[in-house]
C-alpha cells in the first residue's frame, strides 16, 4: 500500500470541535426562519456520546442557493470517528438526495465484493461524491476527513461566490 494511503487507513478521526468551527467559519453561516429552530445558528442539532448530526446553515450563494453543510459522525468507545458524512447541500426548497447534492465526503465503506468498479477508489473507505447532482460518482478523499476539513473546502466557495465545480 502507497505510504499516503497507509496513513489515512490509520489514521484516528478526532470528533468536530464545534466552537472552533465556529470562531472560524462564523462569518459564512446564516440563520433562516424557516428551518428547524429559527433563532440557532442550526438548523438542526444532536449530539450525543456516541453520535453528532448537525445541519450549519450557510449564507447563500448566487449560484447555487441556499446551502448548508450537514455532518453527522458515530464515534467508536474511546471517542474517535468511526463514520463520517458531511454533505455540502440545498437545503431550501428541499428537492430529495440527488438534486440538493453539491458535494460529500464520506467513510462508509463501499467494498462489498459486487461492488461495481466505478464505485471503488484507492482511499478506500475515504470518498468524495464530488459532482453536483450526481452522488453515484465518486473519488479518492486524500483531503477532507473532518469538518473542519469539510468547512475549509466550502469556505472560499461561499465567501467569493464562486460557482463549485469538480475537477474531473
Partial sequence: ???RLESISSILLQPADLDDILDNYGD???????????????????QTKTKLDVLFPLK???VHGITG???????????????YHYQWKRIMPKTGIIFSH??????????????P???LVETEPHHHHHVPGDRKRRK?????????AAFKFVSPYIRSGEEYKPLE
Fill in 1 to 3: 500500500m502507497p505510504k
Fill in 28 to 46: 459564512i453561516l446564516e440563520s433562516y426562519i424557516n428551518l428547524h429552530d429559527k433563532n440557532s445558528i442550526y438548523g438542526n442539532y444532536k
Fill in 60 to 62: 447563500e450563494h448566487p
Fill in 69 to 83: 453543510l450537514h455532518a453527522t459522525e458515530k464515534y467508536d468507545r474511546e471517542g474517535y470517528v468511526r463514520e
Fill in 102 to 115: 453539491i458535494s460529500a465526503w464520506e467513510n462508509e465503506p463501499h467494498d462489498a465484493p459486487n461492488t
Fill in 117 to 119: 468498479g466505478e464505485y
Fill in 140 to 148: 479518492e478523499n486524500y483531503d477532507v476527513l473532518t469538518l473542519e
